[in-house]
Nanobody
């Protein structure tokens, strides 16, 4: 059974930092692309960042320079390091692990940015 689990969410002050983890099991993780999405209450889900199987990264414009996505294939884990967090970053963050038409989703982790 394939499992994708996000962790690391929590409450952080504006300007603070937080690192999320996305751990996968049951797949050959190194050949999969990983995308981070987020969804705030009342909002549509939006794409945040990607790291593909060749280690290329891309970002939503509003998080570029503040967020960094990386992967450790030996640990079957992708990280999303977030800094200079703003209240607008508050959302449930989801990890999607995909290869061609195959897509696996985690359950999400809540990030709240508030003073």
């Amino acid at each position: 059974q394939v499992q994708v689990v996000e962790s690391g969410g929590g409450l952080v002050k504006p300007g603070g930092s937080l690192t999320l983890s996305c751990a996968a099991s049951g797949i050959i993780f190194s050949v999969y692309d990983v995308n981070w999405y987020r969804q705030a209450p009342g909002n549509q889900r939006e794409w945040v960042a990607q790291i593909d199987s060749d280690d290329y990264t891309s970002y939503l414009i509003s998080v570029k320079g503040r967020f960094t996505v990386s992967r450790d294939n030996a640990k079957n884990t992708v990280y999303l390091r977030m800094s200079s967090l703003q209240p607008e970053d508050t959302a449930v963050y989801y990890c999607n692990v995909g290869q061609l038409e195959t897509q696996y989703w985690g359950q999400g982790t809540q990030v709240t940015v508030s003073s």
